[in-house]
């Protein structure tokens, strides 16, 4: 199967809408999604700078929109 979408033609929004559609079928079943290693040594390092106060986390909606925003 494949499938063509008019990416010339698209938003950056619609584009972010799309790979949001994407990712929310893909990870239905999370046992299919296996993380790479390199993952646990990303959240380990965000993880000491948050407890450093270095970093400070933020809702996953809110983090949307501010991104959305920056795109817009």
């Given at each position: 199967?494949?499938?063509?979408?008019?990416?010339?033609?698209m938003?950056?929004?619609?584009?972010?809408?799309?790979?949001?559609?994407?990712?929310?079928?893909?990870?239905?079943?999370?046992?299919?999604?296996p993380?790479p290693?390199?993952?646990?040594?990303?959240?380990?390092?965000?993880e000491?700078?948050?407890?450093?106060?270095?970093?400070?986390?933020?809702?996953?909606?809110?983090?949307?929109?501010?991104?959305?925003?920056?795109?817009?």
């Amino acid at each position: 199967m494949s499938i063509t979408l008019p990416l010339a033609d698209m938003t950056t929004a619609e584009k972010l809408d799309v790979m949001e559609a994407l990712w929310k079928d893909l990870s239905r079943d999370e046992s299919k999604l296996p993380s790479p290693g390199w993952h646990r040594d990303v959240l380990e390092k965000r993880e000491a700078r948050r407890q450093a106060g270095e970093e400070t986390p933020i809702e996953w909606e809110a983090a949307k929109r501010e991104l959305r925003s920056r795109l817009r």
